[in-house]
Structures are given as structure tokens and as C-alpha cells.
Nanobody
Framework: QVQLVESGGGLVQAGGSLRLSCAAS????????VGWFRQAPGKEREFVAA????????DYADSVKDRFSISRDNAKNTVYLQMNSLKPEDTALYYC?????????????????????WGQGTQVTVSS
């Protein structure tokens, strides 16, 4: 079993920055891909970003690719999401998820059903 805990959310003004962290514990190893998803009130959950097990491959939703950056520190079992130039439309509950279904080293996926473990979420609110 793997537990994922997100942190770093908060209330910021438009144009500001936040760094979210996703810490993994339990039976962990570096052979998992991690994705970030978000869900705003009244909207469907959407993919934000993903990173492969070694960090060699990343993927971003078009809405965030110029502003967000995903990275990982496998020694700390932690994945980060650096969010810059935040907009009110970024307001959402942000979840990280881990996939142990990596079929190759640089595997990433945008599909929620491909992830095996999910965190509880951290709230990001961007005011204007």
C-alpha cells in the first residue's frame, strides 16, 4: 500500500505562485509515475501534469504548460508542482496520484483510471 499526502495549497492572488508537494509513504520505490489532477466546483476532474518514474519525461495540460512545472526527488519520495502566474481559473482541489502501471521507464498517462493511489487533495484558491 502507498499513501500520498499533498501539501502547499493555499489562498493567493492572481499572478502569484505556489509549490505543491506530494509525499509518498508506505511501500514506495521510484518505479511509479505521478500525475497531478484538479477538480473545481461543479466541474469534472481534469489532468494537470505528469512525470515519469525517473523524471525523464513530463506531460502538461495545454492550460498550464507555460506556467506549471512538475519535478520529483526520488530520494525524498516527493513530487512537486510549481505553479506560477496563477489565474482564478486555477482554483481547484489538487490531487496527486501514483501509477505503478508503468510499461516503460518514461511512461506517463493523463487517464485517472491508470493511477493506483490517490492523495486526499490540497486546496488552491486564486483570487483576483
Amino acid at each position: 500500500q502507498v499513501q500520498l499526502v499533498e501539501s502547499g495549497g493555499g489562498l493567493v492572488q492572481a499572478g502569484g505562485s505556489l509549490r505543491l508537494s506530494c509525499a509518498a509513504s508506505g511501500r514506495t520505490a521510484s518505479n511509479y509515475a505521478v500525475g497531478w489532477f484538479r477538480q473545481a466546483p461543479g466541474k469534472e476532474r481534469e489532468f494537470v501534469a505528469a512525470i515519469s518514474q525517473s523524471g525523464g519525461s513530463t506531460d502538461y495540460a495545454d492550460s498550464v504548460k507555460d506556467r506549471f512545472s512538475i519535478s520529483r526527488d526520488n530520494a525524498k519520495n516527493t513530487v512537486y508542482l510549481q505553479m506560477n502566474s496563477l489565474k482564478p481559473e486555477d482554483t481547484a482541489l489538487y490531487y496527486c496520484a501514483a501509477s505503478y502501471r508503468s510499461y516503460y521507464r518514461d511512461y506517463t498517462t493523463r487517464e485517472g483510471h491508470d493511477y493506483d493511489y490517490w492523495g486526499q487533495g490540497t486546496q488552491v484558491t486564486v483570487s483576483s
